[in-house]
């Protein structure tokens, strides 16, 4: 149980593209998901916390506008990279806590590695 | 200074033997502690969570000290399979489900 898909697994992209990063959670429902970021031989750095039927929370230094996210219903959310460009190239990872759990509980999708040329 | 920091390694070791990693945070108001191992550009999964008391899992002890703000995890007999990077993981004080992340330690266990 607790599984957390992601889609796709990884996009090579040009340059003022944009992407959309799926997260679901299979077989559980999940209020609230979150979106990651991690650099080559850098720790996970948390981007925002996406809450079902209202807006994301992002941290510090994430542009809301750049990196939108959706999160529609209990098992989906969104990752949408408007405008990418090369620096945005990461390895970008959601995860996903069970409704009516602790939100320290995360189950963690498998990444989509994002390369923009 | 970083919220979690952790030495990056790597440790390089024989198969069978015990290696230990160490771990500090800087906020004390931090409440869940966890380690998480994460194999080479996949997602990271949970090895397990940190108690106030110490906890053990088959090779693997993990001890926390909150005066020193401190966390470590043990590893005995160690196999070619543990081979891989170890994220220290506290929650953020500020927001409980803030999950703040170390950048990790990698292990390598040699035949």
């Known amino acids: 149980g607790a599984v957390v898909s992601q889609h796709p697994s990884w996009v090579i992209c040009k340059s003022g593209t944009s992407v959309k990063i799926e997260c679901r959670s299979l077989?559980?429902?999940?209020?609230?998901m979150f979106w990651y970021r991690q650099f080559p031989k850098q720790s996970l750095m948390l981007m925002a916390t996406s809450n079902e039927g209202s807006k994301a929370t992002y941290e510090q230094g994430v542009e809301k506008d750049k990196f939108l996210i959706n999160h529609a219903s209990l098992t989906l959310s969104t990752l949408t990279v408007t405008s990418a460009h090369p620096e945005d190239s990461s390895f970008y990872i959601c995860?996903?806590?069970?409704?009516?759990?602790?939100?320290?509980?995360?189950?963690f999708g498998p990444g989509t590695r994002l390369t923009v040329l | 200074r970083k919220e979690v920091e952790q030495d990056p390694g790597p440790f390089n070791v024989p198969e069978g033997a015990t290696v230990a990693f160490n771990c500090t945070y800087s906020n004390s108001a931090s409440q869940s502690f966890f380690w998480y191992r994460q194999d080479c550009r996949k997602e990271p999964k949970l090895l397990m969570s940190v108690y106030s008391s110490g906890n053990e899992d088959g090779r693997f002890t993990a001890q926390l000290n909150r005066a020193s703000q401190y966390i470590s995890l043990l590893i005995r007999d160690s196999k070619l399979s543990d081979s891989a990077t170890y994220l220290c993981?506290?929650?953020?004080?500020?927001?409980?489900?803030?999950?703040?992340f170390g950048s990790g330690t990698r292990l390598l266990v040699r035949p």
């Open positions: 993981v506290v929650n953020g004080a500020d927001s409980s489900y803030k999950l703040i």
């Open positions: 077989d559980f429902q999940a209020t609230t």
């Open positions: 995860s996903a806590s069970p409704s009516g759990v602790s939100t320290d509980t995360q189950y």
